[in-house]
């Protein structure tokens, strides 16, 4: 809405503290993303950081919102990667509650994730977590993160697979052939599978 300032010629217009609501295909997309969110993974990421941190995260309800808002000033991911590290990635981190501020707690985590070993495909991006855009997206930057740390040395408690270093094979011909029998079998009987029960850090085997 407008107000006038008495005594001042201007308008001065006073924003509304609520966004208006996603419509259409934004709304669609959005809600596609909160279903994909797992809360068993929401559980593993809180449970693992609060013990590499060493302390509690602030809202100790489990949900998709509850986490975005232990998450969302940037402090604890800081933390957990210069701890992980070994030595600080972020040399600064801020304690302002001021959202500029907020965000380029985030942006320094992002940036230490790509010096700590992380691929920029399995980086969330600003909005994805600070707007909780794609939640989704940021348990895999957590099990990516805990997966590199793992490939790093990192002798505390992770989350992930372990990477694996470069291991090439030399395959005979029948077993090229086999193996190309055995991926059309699964392509035709996919229609039943489930992913209950997946370790999502047990689904990446990234080759350097």
Same mark, same amino acid.
């Given at each position: 809405? +407008? ?5 001042? $010629? !201007?308008?001065?217009? #006073? ?17 596609? %993303?909160?279903a ?15 013990? #590499?941190?060493?302390?509690? %995260? ?9 986490? +975005? ?6 402090? #604890? %991911? !800081? ?5 992980? *590290? ?18 380029? *707690?985030?942006? +320094?985590?992002?940036?230490? !994730? ?19 855009? *794609?939640?989704? +997206? ?9 997966? #590199? ?6 002798q505390? $408690? ?9 291991? $090439?094979?030399?395959f ?5 052939k ?17 992913q209950?029960?997946? *370790? ?9």
């Amino acid at each position: 809405y +407008q107000r006038r300032v008495r005594g001042a $010629p !201007c308008v001065i217009s #006073v924003m509304s503290g609520n966004r208006a609501e996603k419509s259409g295909l934004s709304r669609d997309i959005q809600k596609k %993303l909160e279903a994909k969110y797992n809360l068993d993974q929401e559980k593993q990421c809180r449970a693992w950081i609060e013990e #590499v941190v060493g302390e509690a %995260l602030s809202d100790q309800e489990i949900g998709m919102h509850h986490f +975005q808002h232990c998450l969302k000033d940037g402090q #604890v %991911l !800081c933390k957990l990667l210069n701890t992980l *590290n070994g030595e600080p990635l972020v040399k600064k981190i801020n304690t302002q509650k001021m959202a500029f501020k907020q965000m380029e *707690n985030i942006e +320094q985590f992002i940036k230490g !994730c790509k010096t700590f070993g992380l691929k920029d495909g399995d980086i969330f991006q600003t909005a994805d977590l600070y707007e909780c855009q *794609n939640m989704s +997206q940021v348990l895999l930057t957590l099990y990516a993160v805990g997966s #590199v740390a793992l490939k790093n040395g990192y002798q505390g $408690p992770c989350i992930g697979a372990k990477l694996s270093a470069a291991n $090439p094979r030399e395959f005979t011909e029948e077993q090229l052939k086999q193996g190309e029998t055995m991926i059309g079998l699964q392509m035709g009987s996919h229609k039943g599978a489930s992913q209950a029960g997946m *370790n999502i850090g047990k689904t990446r085997n990234i080759m350097d």
